[in-house]
């Protein structure tokens, strides 16, 4: 399996719900990522996991909330969102952690995500 | 100012044509990738580059790291309209510990 999955594909919700996005691999990765992506723009990192623990967190607000509960997981867990956080969400994971020579990321397909 | 300089930011050319992608920075990186992404879809790894000077070949994709591991390229020969999409070059610093993207070329290959 050389592959990251990402569900669900689409999703549309309201500024007052409460949803989650998750991503999986298994080919044994220890590091994982979730990358914000706006049309025509490169992805940006939101968030680092290393060995299941948050390594990095780019000022994202709070209303974004990581989660990782093994190895082959990943949630981020979506509250109050705001129209402006409409964008695709992409899940990303390497061998190792960032700059150890194990970090070529591999990307999943990304959930398309539009808040009403 | 941005760490990966990619350029042109928009190509649009004929099916057949050949083309080159630049990718420079003052930074030394430890390894750099080439992405090729489809609107809706996540980028997808065309390869890692990681010594100073190296040549790797994919079918018509031709992609060089420059001798001092600070910028790149990708060439396309013959291109197809197969070969339409963003591609995106990212790296990691020697020193750094996340992955740094450039700002994308949207290639258009018209039939």
């Known amino acids: 399996d050389t592959e990251v999955t990402q569900t669900p594909k689409h999703l549309v919700m309201g500024m007052t719900n409460k949803k989650s996005l998750k991503c999986e691999q298994h080919?044994?990765?220890?590091?994982m990522y979730w990358y914000k992506q706006k049309a025509k723009k490169p992805p940006e990192l939101m968030f680092v996991?290393?060995?299941?623990?948050?390594?990095i967190n780019e000022s994202v607000p709070s209303r974004f909330s990581p989660e990782c509960p093994n190895s082959s997981l990943l949630n981020l867990h979506l509250h109050a969102l705001q129209p402006e956080d409409s964008a695709l969400y992409l899940c990303?994971?390497?061998?190792?952690?960032?700059?150890?020579?194990?970090?070529?990321?591999?990307f999943g397909p990304g959930t398309r995500l539009t808040v009403l | 100012t941005q760490l990966l300089e990619q350029s042109p930011q928009f190509l649009s050319i004929q099916e057949g044509e050949n083309l080159t992608v630049y990718c420079n920075s003052s930074?030394?990186?430890?390894?750099l990738q080439w992405y090729r992404q489809e609107p809706g879809e996540g980028p997808v790894l065309l390869v890692t580059?990681?010594?100073?000077?190296e040549v790797k070949k994919l079918k018509r994709l031709t992609f060089q790291f420059g001798d001092a591991r600070k910028d790149s390229s990708l060439h396309i020969t013959a291109a197809q309209p197969g070969d339409t999409g963003l591609y995106l070059c990212?790296?990691?610093?020697?020193?750094?510990?996340?992955?740094?993207f450039g700002e994308g070329t949207q290639l258009t290959v018209n039939p």
């Open positions: 996991y290393s060995y299941e623990k948050l390594s």
């Open positions: 930074s030394v990186f430890s390894s």
């Open positions: 580059v990681v010594t100073g000077g």
């Open positions: 990303a994971s390497s061998q190792g952690p960032p700059g150890t020579g194990e970090d070529e990321q591999f």
């Open positions: 990212a790296g990691t610093e020697t020193s750094g510990s996340r992955l740094t």
């Open positions: 080919m044994g990765h220890r590091a």
